[in-house]
């Protein structure tokens, strides 16, 4: 497996963050917010693209150069579509062994599976890599349906801090 190329699965590309990708994003929130210029919204987003966590990551990827690199944020592409509906991203580099896995879909395309089958497929490409021995997850325990897709996934809970629930996976 190659770093550079996409992750492809049965229904889903994971796709590498492009720079167009992201100035799209900010371009569209800004305009959303009263902030920007009126902006045409790309063709190839779902209605309900880009979603605040990956307004977050947008901007996130201008700070955080790693963020952009092939072992960092990916946008989720439904394969049957071409449509970008969701984002899924490791918090490169590892630290001590253990990178932390992100993840979400927009809300028209939940319930069918789609955060669990790019977990597994994030997952498994970050246990290809030698420097990473445990994926990290922290949810809010407001959102059973997160812990759910992590322990469909083969996460395994790990511990509560308040309202943020721990869940790690090792690599087999």
């Given at each position: 497996?190659?770093t550079?190329?996409?992750?492809?699965t049965?229904r889903?590309?994971?796709?590498?963050?492009?720079?167009?990708?992201?100035?799209?994003?900010?371009?569209?929130?800004?305009?959303?917010?009263?902030?920007?210029?009126?902006?045409?919204?790309?063709a190839h987003w779902?209605?309900?693209?880009?979603?605040?966590?990956?307004?977050?990551?947008?901007?996130?990827?201008g700070?955080?150069?790693?963020?952009?690199?092939?072992?960092?944020?990916?946008?989720?592409v439904?394969?049957?579509?071409?449509?970008?509906?969701?984002?899924?991203?490791?918090?490169?580099?590892?630290?001590d062994?253990?990178?932390?896995?992100?993840?979400?879909i927009?809300?028209?395309?939940q319930?069918r599976?789609?955060?669990?089958?790019?977990v597994?497929?994030l997952?498994?490409?970050?246990?290809?890599?030698?420097?990473?021995r445990?994926?990290?997850?922290?949810?809010?325990?407001?959102?059973?349906?997160s812990?759910?897709?992590?322990?469909?996934?083969?996460?395994?809970?790990?511990?509560?801090?308040?309202d943020?629930?721990?869940?790690?996976?090792?690599r087999?």
């Amino acid at each position: 497996m190659t770093t550079t190329t996409d992750l492809i699965t049965e229904r889903l590309v994971l796709r590498l963050w492009s720079a167009e990708e992201r100035t799209a994003v900010l371009a569209v929130t800004a305009a959303s917010n009263g902030d920007g210029l009126p902006v045409r919204r790309p063709a190839h987003w779902a209605d309900d693209f880009p979603d605040e966590g990956d307004q977050v990551i947008a901007d996130g990827l201008g700070r955080y150069p790693a963020w952009m690199g092939p072992f960092g944020h990916r946008q989720v592409v439904e394969r049957d579509s071409g449509l970008i509906i969701g984002g899924i991203g490791l918090f490169w580099p590892p630290t001590d062994g253990r990178v932390e896995i992100g993840y979400g879909i927009v809300p028209s395309r939940q319930g069918r599976g789609y955060a669990t089958e790019a977990v597994i497929a994030l997952t498994e490409f970050a246990f290809a890599l030698p420097a990473v021995r445990t994926v990290l997850a922290n949810v809010e325990r407001p959102n059973p349906a997160s812990i759910r897709v992590l322990a469909k996934s083969g996460f395994r809970h790990h511990h509560t801090e308040g309202d943020t629930v721990r869940f790690h996976r090792d690599r087999p």
